[in-house]
């Protein structure tokens, strides 16, 4: 029997359900006249071949049309022009972690843990991240954020060793988790130009404590990065920004604090060619778009160490840029990341996965 089919990825040219299986099965997913059979108890059905903003039927063998499993799915459409760069992002992949599902002193449950004479969960998602970033080979890879559980220096070196497989090409930066015992795990700004993009990548980190910031000199940099370029600009961080449009600010806010975001909207505004930010941090797939930013996507990606153990493509054209949401698909990383789903009572689904378009939409430049 099929169980929890989820249409995941929706790409110009490809579609990508997952599910799992009673038993070790044979199942059969069709898009239009297309068809893919997979096999085992977790099941990544990736169908390829596909035109781009075209309507298709969506069926896969054993399971009915759900909310998350629709009966017709739509490609994404292709921005005009050449690809001219590919770029993978990562975050919260937190090496070293014991107990997965604890939320401060709440006990919500279940909590997950690895057995003894298992791989520690963390190795077993980020492996298999790392093998298909490395399938992929974009141009740039960057890890925004909690890269470690608990900021020590053995769990960065964890980190490093394993991340070190994708060469050049990897760029990283600090999350709050990096900077509770250290201050010198990953810090700084810095950016990376790929054929005419750029990536600004901020450290929104506060040393000690969860909450994020961006302090002046980093939007001021990331004023003048902008101006330097006639190109796109896409503007990573940990923190997600707090929406300027919120009736009360909390000053708490679990992301970057409302000044610091109203002055991060601020230089969005004064730049046409920044066209998005990129966060990490809140482990669950979400966008947005504020008024006072020129309603570019304010995005959130979901975590890689459990469900649904994410990690996001991004296909920059001359004419646009396209976010794919991807599911890391090894059948070790499903087996955990299927057992992590109901985490937190029960409501880590519905509040991690997002929707469709969370995951995966087109921007025109």
């Known amino acids: 029997m099929v169980h929890d089919a989820e249409l995941y990825t929706v790409a110009p040219d490809e579609v990508v359900v997952t599910f799992r299986t009673d038993r070790e099965a044979s199942v059969t997913t069709r898009v239009g006249d297309r068809e893919v059979r997979t096999e085992g108890r977790h099941h990544s059905a990736r169908v390829g071949g596909l035109e781009p903003d075209t309507e298709y039927e969506l069926e896969v ?98 980190f490093l060793a394993a991340y070190s497989r994708l060469g050049e090409r990897l760029h990283h930066v600090r999350g709050n988790h990096d900077a509770v015992l250290s201050h010198d795990i990953a810090p700084g700004h810095f950016s990376v130009s790929i054929d005419g993009v750029t990536l600004a990548v901020l450290d929104t980190v506060r040393p000690g404590i969860e909450r994020g910031r961006i302090d002046p000199e980093q939007l001021d940099w990331l004023d003048q ?19 300027p449009a919120s009736r009360e600010r909390e000053e708490h806010y679990f992301g970057v604090n409302p000044d610091d975001s109203d002055a991060l909207c601020d230089v969005v505004r004064r730049h046409e060619n920044v066209v998005g930010f990129f966060a990490g941090h809140t482990h669950r797939n979400r966008v947005r778009r504020f008024e006072a930013a020129r309603r570019i996507p304010i995005v959130e990606v979901a975590c890689v160490k459990d469900y649904p153990g994410a990690w996001a493509e991004y296909r920059v054209y001359e004419g646009g840029y396209v976010q794919i949401g991807r599911r890391i698909a090894t059948p070790e990383a499903m087996a955990w990341t299927e057992r992590t789903r109901h985490m937190f009572g029960g409501l880590y689904r519905d509040y991690a996965l997002g929707s469709v378009s969370d995951r995966n939409f087109v921007v025109g430049f």
């Open 61 to 158: 063998e054993g399971a009915q049309p759900s909310e998350l499993l629709p009966a017709r799915v739509r490609t994404l459409g292709r921005p005009a022009g050449r690809l001219v760069a590919t770029i993978a992002t990562v975050n919260d992949v937190h090496f070293g972690e014991r107990v997965c599902g604890k939320l401060g002193d709440l006990d919500l449950g279940p909590v997950f843990t690895t057995e003894p004479g298992e791989t520690p969960y963390w190795e077993v998602t980020n492996a298999g991240a790392i093998a298909e970033i490395e399938a992929l080979a974009p141009d740039a890879v960057l890890v925004k954020g909690d890269l470690t559980s608990d900021g020590t220096e053995a769990e960065y070196e964890l």
């Open 225 to 243: 990065t902008a101006r330097a370029t006639s190109g796109p600009v896409l503007v990573f961080g940990h923190h997600q920004p707090w929406n």
